[in-house]
C-alpha cells in the first residue's frame, strides 16, 4: 500500500495557474503508474491525467488537454499536475492516485489501488 498526500490547491481566477503536488510513501513509487482524478459538487470522480512509471508516457482527458500537464520525479517520490488557463468549470476536489500494480496504467477509478486525501481547487469567474 502507498500513501499520497497531494498539496497545492486553493483559489485561483479564471485563466491563472495552480501546481498541484503529491508526495508518496509506503512502497517503490517509480514501480507504478500515477494519475489524477476529479470530483466536482454532485458529480462523479472523474479521470484527469495520467503518467506510466518512467514518465515516459502521459495522456489526459479531453477536457483538460492542452491546459493540463502531468509530470512526475522518481528521486522526490512525487507527481505533479500543472493546470494552465483554468476555468471555472475546473473548479472540483483533485485526487492523487496510484496504480493497483506495476502493470497497470490509470485510465479510471478501476485502476486505482490507493488515493490521497484530495485538495480543493476553485477557480473564479
Known amino acids: 500500500q502507498v500513501q499520497l498526500v497531494e498539496s497545492g490547491g486553493g483559489l485561483v481566477q479564471a485563466g491563472g495557474s495552480l501546481r498541484l503536488s503529491c508526495a508518496a510513501s509506503g512502497r517503490t513509487f517509480s514501480s507504478y503508474g500515477m494519475g489524477w482524478f476529479r470530483q466536482a459538487p454532485g458529480k462523479e470522480r472523474e479521470f484527469v491525467a495520467g503518467?506510466?512509471?518512467?514518465?515516459?508516457?502521459?495522456y489526459s482527458a479531453d477536457s483538460v488537454k492542452g491546459r493540463f500537464t502531468i509530470s512526475r520525479v522518481n528521486a522526490k517520490n512525487t507527481v505533479y499536475l500543472q493546470m494552465n488557463s483554468l476555468k471555472p468549470e475546473d473548479t472540483a476536489v483533485y485526487y492523487c492516485a496510484a496504480g493497483k500494480n506495476p502493470i497497470v496504467l490509470i485510465t479510471g477509478p478501476q485502476s486505482v489501488g490507493s488515493w490521497g486525501q484530495g485538495t480543493q481547487v476553485t477557480v473564479s469567474s
Open positions: 503518467i506510466s512509471r518512467s514518465g515516459d508516457r502521459t
